[in-house]
């Protein structure tokens, strides 16, 4: 057996509610001795709910790994947490709980899977949660150009192991995120424009099913239907214990921060327009960009880079049209600018780290299809006009900008709906740990307002499951697609034991 993860938790984290703890425990309890025995068949560890103020040594790796929840307040209370160390850790794991649930007959007793925990859907309350954290191994082969990351890995892990190298992969702007979480969802990212979404870079994909069976998918061989599945289609297929990912020349990169004064609704609308038609006009396919307009604040904060042979060489952003013309959107000034060369994995893959931070929050999101006047005038809107004024919450409208083979793709080998959208738009929510119930009542009110604004002029639910508050049943799939995804399930999962993570079953009800 494992032993447990460091104890250490967030100085800030909710408060424990050892009523909810209770609850945990006493729904685990008819079940403990069939998870006691798990525990001793695998190599990883099985932490059981512990009995309501319980300070033992057991009782505190569970809190710690339910703790690790990216929204400081999204830490739930599941029955269990099987820490699983090996794919037959997970098989093993997966064929207990179908017996759990066939000994009970009921719908008491559910799987939930937790990957990077970036999303409160990883620990659901009161679900048996086999968590994928020591699965993190990364193998990076930079002859085939291509880097397996097992199935619990964080970006910043397979970052890591890409030191040095030159290459890079497709994949999302946080190092905190899960890969697998992520790559189910598709995963925009500053390689987006010359690779695509991250899902649609995946090789291989190597995925214990809901019978047990590890089996290897490929776009070639018997399970190309769950590969494609698997790509954006969520976590209704199976547990993928590893991934291959192609890897792309990163060796010249240019690229930073710039942030531009625009306090007044007049100096924003400005940047916004001037902003967008760069979009439109300018922007080659090895180019990224992400925006954020924190409301209240008098700034607009613009990350913008250039990765492969456009940078090749290049010494100075202003030789890069996209970068120059970023760099100077109309403001009534820049109050920084960093633009540069840099180091791919060192230097880009950390600048939006300032605004990435773990907290207390939600986040919200939508895909757009035009950034056009009426949107960019939303967004004025919401962050120059009408928006919370109390200092203990920060509301910021982030605007992730796809381009190039993320919207080119016909994603005839994927399951991703929004091939055509031009921005994902990421309502933030977070607040202070002694903000008061109203604060964050007005925060939240302030999200839900903005997004559906977004909604009535045309946006549409994305595919990121922790940005939507019931993820498990937004109908975010064409018709096409819900059709091969619902076959797919059948084929795959026939039992629904997979069902807390866009559960495809819901989309027919």
């Not at 990883?44 to 300070?55: C, H, R, S, Y």
């Not at 309350?125 to 930079?142: G, K």
């Not at 990212?189 to 809901?210: E, F, I, M, R």
Request: net charge negative; with cysteine; charged share 25%.
């Amino acid at each position: 057996m494992g032993s447990a993860l460091s104890k250490a938790k967030p100085p800030t984290v909710k408060p424990r509610d050892n009523q909810r703890v209770l609850a945990a425990s006493e729904h685990v309890e008819p079940i403990r001795k069939v998870l006691v025995k798990l525990g001793e068949k695998i190599q990883g560890q099985v932490l059981l709910a512990p009995n309501g103020k319980d300070e033992s040594e057991a009782s505190e790796a569970y809190h710690t790994q339910r703790e690790r929840t990216f929204y400081l307040n999204d830490a739930n209370y599941p029955s269990a947490i099987v820490l699983v160390e090996t794919a037959e850790d997970v098989a093993e794991t997966i064929q207990a709980v179908q017996a759990i649930i066939a000994d009970d007959g009921s719908e008491k007793y559910k799987l939930c899977i937790a990957g990077g925990c970036h999303s409160n859907y990883c620990m659901v309350e009161q679900s048996i949660t086999m968590d994928l954290q020591l699965l993190a191994s990364v193998t990076v082969d930079t002859d085939a150009k291509t880097i397996a990351i097992g199935g619990g890995a964080k970006i910043g892990q397979a970052h890591y192991a890409l030191k040095g190298t030159g290459l890079g992969f497709a994949t999302g702007t946080n190092p905190d995120t899960g890969v697998s979480g992520l790559t189910m969802a598709g995963g925009a990212g500053y390689l987006g424009g010359q690779a695509g979404y991250g899902c649609d870079t995946v090789v291989q994909a190597k995925v214990v099913l809901p019978s047990g069976e590890l089996v290897t998918a490929t776009d070639d061989n018997d399970h190309k239907d769950l590969l494609r599945a698997v790509r954006g289609g969520g976590g209704n297929f199976g547990v993928v214990v590893e991934w291959t990912f192609k890897l792309y020349d990163v060796s010249s990169a240019i690229g930073g921060t710039v942030v531009h004064m625009a306090p007044t609704v007049a100096s924003l609308r400005k940047v916004l327009t001037n902003y967008a038609a760069i979009l439109e006009n300018d922007m080659p396919d090895q180019a990224g960009s992400i925006c954020a307009c924190p409301a209240g604040a008098p700034v607009f904060v613009n990350v913008a880079t250039v990765i492969g042979d456009d940078a090749k060489n290049v010494k100075s952003y202003q030789k890069i049209p996209f970068l120059a013309k970023m760099s100077s959107l109309g403001a009534w000034f820049r109050v920084s600018n960093n633009l540069g060369p840099k180091d791919y994995i060192d230097e880009i893959t950390v600048l939006l780290e300032p605004i990435q931070q773990r907290t207390h929050g939600v986040a919200i999101g939508a895909m757009v299809y035009s950034f056009d006047e009426q949107m960019r005038e939303a967004i004025v809107h919401f962050t120059r006009v009408e928006y919370p004024k109390s200092k203990k919450v920060r509301p910021t409208i982030i605007c992730a900008c796809l381009s190039g083979e993320m919207r080119r793709n016909d994603g005839s080998r994927s399951s991703l709906r929004h091939r055509k959208a031009q921005a994902w738009i990421l309502v933030e929510s977070a607040w202070e740990p002694d903000a008061t119930e109203e604060e964050k009542d007005s925060i939240k009110v302030w999200a839900k307002r903005v997004k559906a604004k977004i909604m009535e002029l045309g946006g549409e639910d994305g595919p990121h499951n922790f940005c939507d508050t019931d993820g498990r049943r937004i109908k975010f799939f064409t018709d096409e697609q819900r059709d091969f995804l619902s076959m797919a399930k059948t084929k795959y999962d026939p039992t629904n034991l997979l069902s807390l993570n866009k559960n495809i079953i819901s989309h027919s009800e």
